[in-house]
């Protein structure tokens, strides 16, 4: 028994309503957005938001396992 035509119309419907702008897009190329290409902006480049501010907490000594790639730097 086949669905009827508006049921399967409206499951093709939903399938090409799901497929993303962005994914036939190649690495350098322009996308769905105008000019959404090339080297990502950065957005607070090189800012310490927390300079200076004070740490709340008491310091707290790590007892889980040996860190993978060698030691870890002490907290600040």
């Keep these: 028994m086949k669905p009827p035509f ?8 939903l399938v ?3 497929a993303s702008p962005e994914a036939d897009r190649r690495p350098g190329h ?3 957005d105008v000019k959404n290409w090339g080297r990502p902006v950065e957005l607070h480049a090189g800012a310490q938001p927390y300079h200076d501010t004070p740490c709340a907490t008491e310091p707290v000594e790590c007892k889980g ?3 993978v790639f060698g030691a870890t730097p ?3």
């Design 16 to 18: 090409t309503a799901c």
């Design 30 to 32: 322009p996308g769905a």
């Design 6 to 13: 508006g049921l399967r119309l409206l499951f093709l419907f």
């Design 65 to 67: 396992p040996p860190a």
């Design 74 to 76: 002490p907290p600040d």
